[in-house]
């Protein structure tokens, strides 16, 4: 048996009225979420000087999330405009993955963030300008904040504290639209999602001697929040997710399986019956494509009419034949 998925979802952040806080002195709210109550809208925390009932301020939206609905746990936040609001957490159970023989492959990468077997791509030069933007900016910025006068320090040092978190709220959006988007694809054609497990690339690519900007480049990378994305999106609206090995996936020609010679975005097959070139992006995702379907497309029934999977010389999963296996016994 399967363990059950569940989603955990926010109806949106609900603004409460002030309620009297104590902190533990560096900042945190010491409060415990104890119960919502519908009938008259508010919610039961428990403060430092005792537990109390506080109105939320809710709108359509978030009531019509909450009506009926027990949530469990919750969030206290105050923002930025000396506001109070609550994050409401409620809880579902995720929906069977919808069974499908149709493999969507996409492939993660720097200078386009993900390519997909279907074609669709999103360029990262948008993402990749705005950090290289904000390096510099920071750069210049915590410089005067420890030199010149007091009150130019002073200035670098609020103008750091209003960036802070502007360009990791920027990379959260433009994830959220990617994988909203391919999630959708995925549903639209009714198939599963195959995508590059790159656990440890980060580890292996700062072993390479590399200059300090492609460094930093590489490591604000974040590919794996597009996954984390992607993953809690498909357990939601039952898409079936596989996470494949990359290895050799942009070296291989999708379509005779050879390996072939890649040079920056280009990929040319050096089988001279096949020759096919084009975007190495794009030729890699048509790889994860079919890792993916052969894990899809596993039977799962008798043991004698089904196949077991090797690793070739290219990395690719092959199905080969064993003679023991052929004939029930």
């Known amino acids: 048996m399967c363990d059950k998925h569940y989603i955990i979802e926010e109806p949106d952040e609900v603004k409460v009225s002030r309620p009297v806080l104590k902190t533990n002195g560096i900042g945190d709210n010491l409060v415990e979420f104890n119960s919502f109550r519908e009938k008259d809208w508010t919610v039961s925390l428990t403060l430092m000087n005792g537990r109390e009932h ?29 506001n109070y609001y609550i994050h409401i957490q409620i ?3 995720a929906p069977e993955p919808i069974k499908s023989t149709n493999v969507i492959g996409v492939d993660f990468g720097r200078r386009d963030i993900a390519v997909t077997s279907n074609g669709d791509k999103w360029d990262g030069k948008q993402i990749n300008d705005a950090r290289d933007k904000f390096s510099r900016v920071r750069g210049s910025l915590q410089k005067k904040a420890t030199k010149g006068t007091k ?3 002073r200035r670098a040092r ?23 988007s391919i999630i959708q694809d995925a549903l639209k054609n009714h198939a599963a999602l195959a995508i590059e497990d790159l656990t440890g690339i980060r580890e292996r690519t700062n072993q390479k001697p590399r200059s300090k900007t492609e460094r930093r480049r590489s ?3 974040s590919f794996y929040q597009l996954r984390s994305f992607l993953e809690y999106k498909a357990i939601r609206f039952g898409v079936e997710i596989i996470a494949v090995p990359p290895a050799w996936t942009s070296q291989t020609c999708h379509q005779c399986l050879h390996i072939g010679l890649r040079s920056d975005k280009s990929f040319k097959c050096t089988n001279e019956a096949c020759s096919w070139s084009g975007d190495a992006d794009d030729n ?4 994860i494509s079919a890792i993916g379907a052969v894990f899809v497309n596993q039977p799962r029934g008798s043991n004698c009419l089904c196949c077991h999977l090797s690793t070739d010389s290219s990395g690719l999963l092959k199905a080969h034949t064993d003679p023991e296996r052929v004939q029930c016994g």
């Open 54 to 82: 506080i109105k939320i301020d809710a709108g359509n939206y978030q009531r019509g999330k909450l009506k009926g609905r027990k949530p469990t746990s919750a969030q206290l936040c105050k923002h930025r405009d000396g």
């Open 91 to 93: 809880k579902d159970e």
């Open 151 to 153: 009150s130019t320090r």
């Open 219 to 221: 490591n604000s990378w």
């Open 158 to 180: 609020n103008i750091l504290k209003r960036l802070s978190g502007k360009e990791r709220r920027f990379q959260q959006w433009l994830n959220h639209n990617i994988s909203k």
């Open 284 to 287: 890699g995702s048509k790889n």
